[in-house]
Each structure stands twice: as structure tokens, then as C-alpha cells.
């Protein structure tokens, strides 16, 4: 069974630019998270979709962030503008359903550079 | 204000030797806790979890404690193996649900042989 994808693994880019990241999660999974994770630090929720909802988006900083998940599978995860404090590991993750216990599958990550 | 905490950055063992990882939490509402494991360019795996219910739960070589007086768990590895270097990472939710995990920073394992 494949993992978590996510792409593009590793992005540098200027301040001010926009980016992208992608995430396809296991097949069947209903829910998808994406997690932000500084260095040294632990990954933290961003925002998690319940299929197309999202359902819990209170710590994404709506200002610049924003997220899609239109069929209910994949989903992209946008910033604009990037800012260097953005600089960090950008983890999708995916799981049956949040009730449970059921677990949680991460993706290799996206590192993001800002310069 | 950190309501997981894992307070050693770093754990060296010799191969053969028990690994023991803390984690210390203060949100008494935690009634779920996880570990996961992350392997440098890979995402966070799930390694093993307990119930508030539970102060015990074994899976092989991976043993987790909680003490919930302390609010305090432990991961034990017996015995550890050069393949258990890594960064454990600590993880709490709430309410039934294991969707809002909450993260230690994290405690890096080496293995030794």
C-alpha cells in the first residue's frame, strides 16, 4: 500500500514569492492534516479535512495561508507571500477517520526555504 | 506554554542496553497518548500508544508506562538496536478523538554498537 506523497520535497525560494505544496493521501483515508514543523520543534496542526471540510483550521494564519482539499483526496497547501519566518517542514498526514484512535500516517514532508 | 514536554534533547545507549525516553505532560484533559518515531527525511511513524485507562502497554521490544498522577509516560526499548536511532517524539490528545495531537519537541536516540 503506498504512503503519504507529498511534492515537492525540498523548495527554496525569496521572500515574497509564492508556493505550493501537494499531498495525496492513502487511498480511502477520509481525513487529511497538515502539520507545520519548525526546527527542533514538534510538528504542529495546521489545518485537518474531514473528506472536502475543513473542519479544523484554527491555527492557520489566514492572512497568508490557505489550504484546498476540492475531491475530497488530494490537497494543496498554499502561502502568499512566504515570509523567512516560514522557513520550516511542512508535514501532510492522513488518517481513516479521527475518531478511535486510529492513527495518523505522515508524509516524507516538504522542507521550505525562504530566502 | 508547552503542554508536552520532553526535557532531554538527546539519549545515548549501547546496543544490547534498555533505552528509556520521558515525556512529561500538564493538561490533565490528555486521556490519549502516542509515540512516534522519525527517521531523518521521513515523516513521523506511530510506534505505539496508551489509554489514560491503561499504566501499560507492551508491543516486542516497545513498552509504554503512564503514570497519571505524575502526568508523566515513558517509552522503554529492551533491547535497543542500532536501527533505533531516531527522534522519538511524545504525543497527547483529548476526548476520544486522536485528531488534535499535541507534540513533545522531541528526544534524539542513538544506538551505539
Known amino acids: 500500500e503506498a504512503g503519504v506523497v507529498q511534492s515537492p520535497r525540498y523548495k527554496i525560494i525569496e521572500k515574497k514569492q509564492p508556493v505550493a505544496f501537494w499531498c495525496n493521501p492513502i487511498?480511502?483515508?477520509?481525513?487529511l492534516y497538515w502539520y507545520l514543523q519548525n526546527l527542533g520543534q514538534g510538528p504542529e496542526l495546521l489545518i485537518r479535512?474531514?473528506?472536502?471540510?475543513?473542519?479544523?483550521d484554527s491555527q492557520l494564519p489566514k492572512d497568508r495561508f490557505s489550504a484546498e482539499r476540492l475531491k475530497g483526496v488530494d490537497s494543496t497547501l498554499k502561502i502568499q507571500p512566504a515570509e523567512l519566518g516560514d522557513s520550516a517542514v511542512y508535514l501532510c498526514?492522513?488518517?481513516?477517520?479521527?475518531?478511535?484512535?486510529?492513527?495518523?500516517?505522515f508524509g516524507p514532508g516538504t522542507r521550505l526555504t525562504v530566502l | 506554554d508547552q503542554q508536552v514536554k520532553q526535557n532531554s534533547p538527546s539519549l545515548s545507549v549501547q546496543e544490547g542496553r534498555i533505552s528509556i525516553l520521558n515525556c512529561d505532560y500538564t493538561?490533565?484533559?490528555?486521556?490519549?497518548f502516542l509515540w512516534y518515531k522519525k527517521y531523518p527525511a521521513e515523516g513521523p511513524t506511530f510506534l505505539i500508544s496508551?489509554?489514560?485507562?491503561?499504566d501499560k502497554n507492551e508491543d516486542g521490544r516497545f513498552t509504554v508506562f503512564l503514570n497519571k498522577s505524575a502526568k508523566h509516560l515513558s517509552l522503554h526499548i529492551v533491547p535497543s538496536q542500532p536501527g533505533d536511532s531516531a527522534v522519538y517524539f511524545c504525543?497527547?490528545?483529548?476526548?476520544?478523538?486522536?485528531?488534535?495531537?499535541?507534540f513533545g519537541k522531541g528526544t534524539l536516540l542513538t544506538v551505539n554498537p
Open positions: 493538561n490533565s484533559m490528555f486521556d490519549y
Open positions: 496508551i489509554s489514560s485507562i491503561k
Open positions: 479535512y474531514e473528506n472536502e471540510e475543513a473542519v479544523d
Open positions: 487511498s480511502g483515508h477520509n481525513t
Open positions: 498526514a492522513s488518517s481513516l477517520s479521527p475518531q478511535g484512535g486510529d492513527t495518523q500516517y
Open positions: 504525543a497527547a490528545t483529548s476526548g476520544g478523538s486522536n485528531y488534535k495531537l499535541t
